[in-house]
Each structure stands twice: as C-alpha cells, then as structure tokens.
C-alpha cells in the first residue's frame, strides 16, 4: 500500500453497446478529492474488482469484460499538482443510475469506501457535451491536428454522432475547410479521422 499525494482523482466509467460497437449507452463519473495522499494501487484494484460478478443462477462468478486505463500525472511547473484518472469501458450493464445491476451496486460500494476513508466524493451519471464544449474542444483539436492558429478558424457546424463520437467543421482565413472527428476520454480528446479539403 503506497499511498502518494493527488489534487483529485477522477474515474469514468462507460458503458458501450458492445466489444464491437463502442457507442456510449450510459456512463457513470466518480471525483475524488483526497485532501491528501491516496492509495492509487487499492482503488485500482477496488475498481477491477467490482467487474467480477456472481451468475445468481448458477453462483459461478466469472469476470466482466472492461478496458481499463490508469493516468498519474504529476506538473511541478511554477504551482505543483497531482491528478489520476481511471477510465473505463465496458459492454457489461452498469445500472448505477437504478441501482439494479450488480456492476453498479458494487462501483457504489467503491463509493462508500472512499467515503469510509474520509474522503470528499462526487459522483453521477455522466452527461453529454454541450455544443458549445464540443465547438471549443473540436477546435482545440483542429489547431492541434492540422498546426493552424485556433484564432484563424471559424466553427461551422458542431454536433454528437450516435456512435459517441463528435464532428466539427471549421473554416480558415484562406477558404480551407476543416473536418475533425473525436472522442474525449476524461477531458482527454482523441481523435478518429480528420479531412482538409483546400479552397
């Protein structure tokens, strides 16, 4: 048990229709504000562990399909500070919102543990971007793609696809027109295709 120091921590939780479709059916976020240090190691395996489930048929228990990601970054740039977030993806029903799935009782039991140990948690169903966060992140991600100033571009058209990917369109100065389409994983934006069609 190494405990080490964090600002906050978040976990995300997604429920995807299945392996091979991973549009988002429902999704589920955890904050975590440790006011201190925190066992990263034992939450890790708190959250794993909640994907081994008992068939109530047969009480055989057998492990819950999941992708599981694990980012720590620490800056020590001017001010210091220490964020970890725990992104996950399953096929497996969440039913966290209702209470009614087993996965979901046992993320609310990793709750209640994180309370238990006197830290401050927030935690519910995850919502959509808004179109004005997928305009701005849609952006971000042009200027990043393409190495074209943010401030040159003019957003056209923004919007979620059902698949729970984002599309944007953006136009340059010059008359280039600008197609990114993405995802954002814990505030973190990936992008899946992009298309530049000149003037």
Not at 125 to 137: N, P, R
Not at 156 to 177: I, L, N, P
């Amino acid at each position: 048990m190494a405990e080490s120091y964090r600002d906050q921590v978040v976990i995300e939780i997604r429920q995807i229709a299945d392996l091979t479709d991973r549009r988002i059916v429902a999704g589920y976020r955890i904050v975590v504000s440790p006011g201190g240090t925190i066992d990263l190691d034992w939450l890790s395996d708190q959250l794993k562990a909640a994907f081994i489930v008992t068939d109530v048929e047969t009480g055989e228990r057998r492990q819950e399909s999941y992708w599981f990601t694990d980012l720590r970054t620490e800056t020590h740039w001017g001010a210091a500070g220490a964020q970890a977030q725990f992104l996950i993806e399953t096929a497996a029903t969440l039913g966290v919102g209702a209470g009614g799935a087993v996965i979901g009782s046992e993320i609310l039991n990793v709750v209640t543990k994180l309370k238990a140990k006197g830290y401050e948690v927030r935690h519910g169903e995850l919502e959509a971007l808004t179109d004005d966060e997928i305009g701005d992140y849609g952006l971000r991600a042009i200027e990043t793609t393409f190495n074209v100033p943010i401030s040159t571009l003019t957003l056209r058209s923004a919007g979620a696809r059902e698949d729970g990917e984002y599309t944007v369109r953006a136009t340059g100065r010059d008359g280039t027109v600008y197609t990114i389409t993405f995802v954002v994983r814990g505030g973190v934006t990936r992008v899946c295709a992009h298309h530049k069609e000149l003037p």
